[in-house]
């Protein structure tokens, strides 16, 4: 694996705490019926774009050891919120078909009907399927380099141009596999000419476009290959920015720490904000709401990852 270093280190733990920060922002608009929402929700692409450019300095990848760690850091969270989830939900009044849960424990959510509350969780379907690829697509890399990039753009444009009703979920795998790339051909040119086409592009489209067609949902094509390219210029200014040694010194230990609970905290927050459990509007000052839902997600958690740690300890994982 390239070594990174620890300004870089800092630099990406930053841009996730950001990410984290978009998606909450995203849900607490759209709980409260605000357009814009779907605007920060690129936090989501940006966490595949990022994935993907961690597995790219990997030079190479053993299968099964990296089936099974992501598996343990993964998986096992999110299958023990699961079932916290359910059965608060099940006090709560909220009845969920054993079939639901049964899909959700399959991780195959994205593709069926979500449960109420945990909408959200698709991201994990979709990443199931860039880390089931990663292995082949970082050995195509390394073997052949310019058949798979001209592989890739030709995929790029038969989506472009042929898939428009298809939502998103292969345009996201794509753009994991962008952050591959850019992760093993990491350099200042590439960097540098990456951000100038992404904003000449964004530029395009803001002109091109009604604002409406690029962050509305409902408009999946427009929509989707707007979130791309904002992800791709987002991801690398806010790396770029981050990247210096006196704000590493300044921050590292608070960074680090929020950043220890960026997983936890994108598995539970949806809950209390949409859903049967939501306590967005508890009381009549949204201020105090959603202060009560950052409150209740942090705490949420911090035990959910004591409790995971101290399975893995009884199970020896």
Not at 20 to 26: D, E, G, L, M, N
Not at 134 to 144: E, S, Y
Not at 294 to 301: E, M, S, Y
Request: glycine letters at 4%; hydrophobic letters at 55%.
């Amino acid at each position: 694996m390239v070594k990174i270093t620890p300004s870089q280190s800092f630099s990406l733990s930053c841009v996730r705490i950001i990410a984290t920060v978009f998606i909450f922002t995203c849900h607490i608009l759209q709980g409260y019926g605000n357009m814009w929402a779907f605007l920060f929700n690129v936090g989501v692409q940006i966490f595949f774009f990022l994935s993907g450019f961690l597995y790219g300095k990997k030079t190479t990848i053993n299968t099964k050891e990296f089936y099974i760690s992501r598996m343990q850091k993964v998986y096992i969270p999110f299958a023990i919120f699961i079932i916290i989830i359910n059965i608060a939900n099940f006090f709560a009044g909220y009845r969920i078909g054993f079939i639901q849960i049964i899909e959700y424990l399959f991780n195959i959510q994205a593709f069926v009907t979500p449960i109420e509350g945990l909408n959200h969780l698709w991201f994990l379907s979709v990443l199931m399927i860039c880390y089931a690829i990663t292995p082949i697509v970082i050995k195509c890399i390394r073997k052949n380099p310019y058949l798979f990039f001209t592989f890739s753009i030709v995929l790029l444009f038969i989506h472009f141009v042929w898939i428009q009703k298809m939502y998103s979920i292969s345009l996201w795998v794509m753009i994991y596999i962008i952050g591959i790339c850019y992760g093993k051909y990491e350099s200042k040119w590439l960097k540098y000419t990456l951000l100038f086409v992404s904003f000449v592009i964004l530029c395009i489209m803001l002109q091109s476009f009604s604002f409406n067609k690029l962050v509305n949902p409902d408009f999946s094509h427009y929509n989707g290959w707007f979130h791309v390219v904002l992800a791709v210029f987002l991801f690398i200014l806010l790396y770029s920015l981050c990247n210096f040694g006196w704000l590493m010194n300044k921050l590292n230990k608070v960074i680090k720490k929020l950043d220890a609970y960026s997983y936890e905290v994108y598995l539970i927050h949806h809950v209390f904000i949409l859903g049967p459990l939501s306590i967005l509007f508890m009381t009549k000052y949204s201020v105090i709401n959603i202060f009560l839902v950052i409150l209740l997600t942090i705490l949420f958690a911090v035990t959910l990852q004591f409790i995971v740690i101290h399975l893995k300890k009884i199970l020896k994982l």
